[in-house]
C-alpha cells in the first residue's frame, strides 16, 4: 500500500504542469499579443480550462489582470488579442478572455539618458594624455576607452 498523498501529487502534477507551461507561454510572447501600446497594462495571471461535453472540444479562457482603467477599454480589443494567440499558438487555442480589474506591477520607466558629447577642454586633455603613444591602431583604442571613460563620469554626476 501507498500512502494517497504520492498519487495525489503525481496526478496533479501532471495536469498542472501543462497549464503552467501554457501560461508560460502566453507570458513569453504578452509583447507580441498586446502590442507595444497595452504590454505594459495588463499582465496574463490564469488559465482556466474547461472539459468540452462530449464530442466538444475543451475551452480555454485567459484571464488578463489590469488597472480598472484599462479594464474598460481592453474588452474593445479582447477580438484582436484572441486573434494575435491564435495566430501565435494554433486555432482556437483560447477561446475567451476575461479581464479582470487589479492593480499590477508595471515595469518602471526608464528615462534615457542623453549624454552630451565631450567638450573641447575634455577633447584637449585626451588628445594631450595619448600624445606620447606610438602606434596608430593603440592609440585610437585607448582613446576610444578614454572617451567612454569620460562619459561615464559624466553618467555619475548627473
Keep these: 500500500m501507498r500512502p494517497l498523498s504520492e498519487a495525489t501529487s ?11 507551461i501554457a501560461l ?11 502590442g507595444d501600446e497595452f504590454a ?7 488559465l482556466n480550462y474547461r472539459k468540452g ?3 466538444q472540444k475543451a475551452t480555454a479562457t485567459l484571464d488578463i489582470a489590469t488597472s480598472s482603467s484599462y479594464a474598460t ?3 474593445y480589443q479582447k477580438g484582436v488579442i484572441l486573434e494575435r494567440i491564435n495566430r501565435i ?6 477561446t475567451d ?6 492593480t499590477i506591477s508595471e515595469a518602471p520607466i526608464t528615462k534615457k539618458r542623453i549624454i552630451s558629447p565631450l567638450t573641447t ?5 585626451l588628445s594631450e594624455v595619448l600624445d606620447q603613444v606610438d602606434d596608430i591602431e593603440f592609440k585610437e583604442k585607448l582613446e576610444s576607452l578614454g572617451k567612454a571613460l569620460i562619459k561615464d563620469t559624466k553618467v555619475e554626476r548627473l
Design 24 to 34: 508560460g507561454r502566453v507570458i513569453k510572447q504578452w509583447q507580441e499579443i498586446m
Design 89 to 94: 499558438f494554433g486555432d482556437k487555442w483560447i
Design 97 to 102: 478572455i476575461r479581464f479582470i480589474a487589479s
Design 40 to 46: 505594459d497594462k495588463a499582465q496574463p495571471v490564469k
Design 10 to 20: 503525481r496526478i496533479a502534477s501532471k495536469n498542472f504542469s501543462r497549464k503552467y
Design 53 to 55: 461535453k462530449q464530442g
Design 73 to 75: 477599454i481592453l474588452p
Design 121 to 125: 577642454a575634455e577633447k584637449k586633455y
